[in-house]
């Protein structure tokens, strides 16, 4: 059954402890005071039947509870809850508390799509926090565009798409991949590459653009490929390839539960990943699958991401604290996490903008829209629905955290159809 939840009054955490992360964030979206909801009536903020009240609004969240995906996704939902709560604490949406209904796509795309039919149809949520996989986010949007739904995705993703419905809050393969591709060429001197990854469309479309930029941009070569079954559990078969094959580097891209395994083999086979012989770079581990992989598991690797909860800056101190004061201190917050934690917030800012929960109106309010004050730092809004963020890459270490030992200066300018890699 959908969980359908009231966070006007948040159980089991504290006024304080809700606004702790919130309050800097909302500094950059609000003027003083909280907006009236008498100021903005409902037949002019809603002219097309959405799920909005002279009281509230109700949102939708999708992601995975269940199946392999769970390890990944379940950080995404605790974190769009953090954002609902805090929102409502600090006044909610044009002077509307945020209601929510979550739906579980259960780690299965044909799910995924007939769970956000029924956000959209029968509940009429004027937006919805969701998905993880591109195989997920494929599935469903279709349905999004077919009636005019709005989505924040909060996965890095393989880039080549654009649609006016969707939020893309990750990074696509330009400030990712090819930036991560960049960084250990140019630091490790790496020359030689073996691609791994799941079985489905974002692991082999993103090593397709992998394979491109070593082969037609560095020059370097890849000596091997292999592709495996979400939820597979067995790599000693590649695992002995790799060793056969003496890459300077592994680039992996195996998801959800898989990771466990593969982690934990590779250390068993002898792989020593802090030795950096070879080197280890994925873009699909977060802090989150760390906690099941175990730290002992991947110290040594390097992940290419825009966030790490180990980031030192008064933001994401706040963030995790309110993060941990709302779920239990054990917990963790990795890249995919925080990208979900900005969509609430994204979307309380274009509907204010908008002056309107109307969809077409949030979109065309959206571009520009930016939080000076992101636990990952400065975003904004691109024209074409992509954040401007940074590249990040961190270094494992056995208590589940990463080092950042690179940065960019700047934001990266999204570009989802980069040239020469379509």
Not at 66 to 79: K, P
Not at 305 to 325: G, I, P
Request: glycine content about 10%; some cysteine.
């Amino acid at each position: 059954m959908p969980q359908r939840k009231d966070f006007r009054r948040p159980s089991g955490v504290s006024r304080r402890s809700v606004l702790a992360g919130g309050a800097a964030l909302t500094s950059s979206l609000f003027a003083p005071g909280y907006l009236r909801a008498q100021d903005y009536p409902t037949s002019e903020v809603n002219t097309t039947g959405l799920a909005v009240t002279d009281e509230t609004a109700t949102v939708g969240i999708l992601h995975s509870v269940t199946g392999t995906m769970a390890i990944s996704e379940t950080g995404s939902v605790q974190a769009e809850k953090l954002a609902i709560a805090q929102i409502n604490a600090l006044g909610g949406v044009l002077g509307r508390q945020l209601d929510y209904i979550q739906e579980d796509g259960a780690s299965d795309w044909p799910t995924f799509a007939e769970k956000a039919r029924k956000l959209l149809v029968n509940d009429r949520v004027p937006s919805v926090m969701g998905c993880w996989t591109s195989a997920s986010r494929k599935a469903v949007l279709p349905v999004f565009e077919q009636y005019n739904g709005f989505l924040y995705y909060p996965t890095f993703y393989e880039g080549l798409e654009q649609s006016p419905n969707v939020i893309y809050m990750g990074q696509e393969a330009t400030q990712q991949i090819i930036a991560g591709l960049d960084w250990v060429a140019r630091t490790k001197g790496a020359e030689t590459y073996y691609l791994l990854g799941s079985d489905y469309i974002w692991p082999r479309t993103s090593n397709k653009i992998a394979r491109k930029h070593i082969e037609n941009f560095l020059g370097q070569k890849v000596v091997g490929e292999e592709y495996y079954p979400l939820g597979h559990t067995q790599f000693n078969s590649v695992i002995n390839k790799i060793r056969l094959r003496k890459p300077d580097v592994i680039y992996a891209i195996v998801v959800g539960g898989s990771n466990v395994a593969f982690y934990k083999q590779l250390k068993a086979a002898g792989i020593d990943m802090t030795s950096e012989d070879p080197v280890l770079l994925t873009i699909s581990v977060t802090e989150d699958e760390i906690r099941g992989i175990g730290g002992e598991n991947i110290e040594g690797a390097y992940a290419c991401m825009k966030y790490f909860q180990s980031l030192e800056n008064e933001n994401n101190l706040a963030f995790v604290d309110a993060f941990k004061a709302m779920w239990g201190d054990d917990m963790v917050i990795g890249d995919v996490t925080q990208a979900a934690y900005l969509g609430p917030w994204l979307w309380k800012a274009a509907v204010e903008k908008a002056g309107s929960f109307d969809v077409d109106k949030v979109r065309a309010a959206s571009p520009g829209i930016e939080l000076t004050t992101a636990p990952e730092g400065y975003v904004r809004v691109h024209e074409n629905h992509h954040l401007w963020s940074k590249t990040r890459v961190g270094r494992a270490r056995t208590d589940g955290q990463y080092d950042v030992v690179f940065e960019t200066a700047d934001l990266v300018e999204p570009d989802p159809f980069p040239a020469g890699y379509q």
